[in-house]
């Protein structure tokens, strides 16, 4: 049967399929556009399923924020060029958007239905690999921030005896620098007390391995095991870290230069750092 091309232009619209597909998929279905519509989503979901076991090592972090809460999604694609693809950015803010508007806290099944009917259509292995949702108690406030890139995100809250600083300009930048300086630093633990024991022991193992062959007294060697041990959890733990915008002091005593600044005590709730792919 003879095909119209506005018909062909049309499914080609509501699919994203080439135009010789939806011609086909119109042929095959004897010009019926649901019909026609149903079977090039069949044949997109065979073209997924069938490359589902393809790496997706590419993709984006999306964040989202409003009503004191804050969503952030990781998608995975398998090629850079997807990535940064506008449909497949889209699909990321509308997974973020609908989880904060519907207070999702994971993945769901309306969630991953959205990212399954794009890999239909591009024919591409695509996941929404995972989704956390914050929400800012009594005198919280979230800040956050995603890296040019979009392959890292990070949102922080802190907290204040008084929320009335949450609209003072130092406070806002403040907040948004710590972002910046968990984006910079990735730092694996935020306080000394969050790291694990047996990962300190480890350490310590090491550092009493380099200083064995001292020519010292015990005692002053394990001065020195010590030294090493403060310095390195200094490297790993945020509010240990020296300041982003200020490196002569940590970020903990940076958040009271400026909790002084504005006459509040400022301490931090909650820090989420994501990269892609771990």
């Known amino acids: 049967m003879e095909i119209k091309a506005s018909d062909v232009k049309a499914l080609r619209e509501k699919t994203g399929a080439g135009m010789m597909e939806c011609k086909k998929a119109l042929q095959e279905c004897n010009g019926d556009a649901k019909e026609a519509e149903k079977f090039l ?18 993709g984006i972090i999306v964040i989202k924020t409003g009503n004191s809460k804050a969503v952030m999604a990781e998608l995975t694609c398998e090629t850079d060029f997807v990535a940064k693809n506008a449909d497949f950015i889209a699909v990321g803010d509308k997974i973020a958007e609908t989880a904060l508007a519907k207070g999702y806290t994971g993945i769901e099944k309306e969630l991953s239905d959205m990212i399954l009917d794009l890999a239909t259509r591009v024919r591409e ?26 392959k890292t995100g990070v949102i922080v809250v802190l907290k204040s005896d008084k ?27 935020v306080r000394k007390e969050d790291v694990d024991a047996a990962y300190i022991d480890e350490q310590l193992e090491v550092f009493r391995g380099q200083v064995a062959e001292l020519d010292k007294p015990a005692n002053v060697k394990e001065g020195i095991v010590k030294g090493k041990l403060n310095k390195h959890l200094a490297d790993i733990c945020f509010l240990e870290q020296a300041f982003v915008k200020d ?18 005590n400022i301490s931090l709730s909650k820090l989420v750092l994501w990269q892609l792919g771990q």
């Open 247 to 264: 490196d002569k002091v940590s970020v903990q005593a940076k958040m009271k230069e400026v909790g002084k600044q504005l006459s509040a």
């Open 163 to 189: 929320s009335e600083v949450f609209a003072d300009k130092a406070f806002k930048d403040f907040a948004y620098d710590c972002c910046l300086h968990a984006a910079a630093f990735t730092p694996l633990y």
């Open 125 to 150: 292995n695509m996941n929404l690999k995972r989704l956390t949702a914050v929400q800012a108690g009594n005198n919280e406030y979230i800040a956050h921030y995603i890296h040019s890139d979009k």
């Open 41 to 58: 989503k069949e044949k997109g979901l065979a073209a997924v399923e069938k490359r589902a076991s393809r790496t997706t090592s590419e």
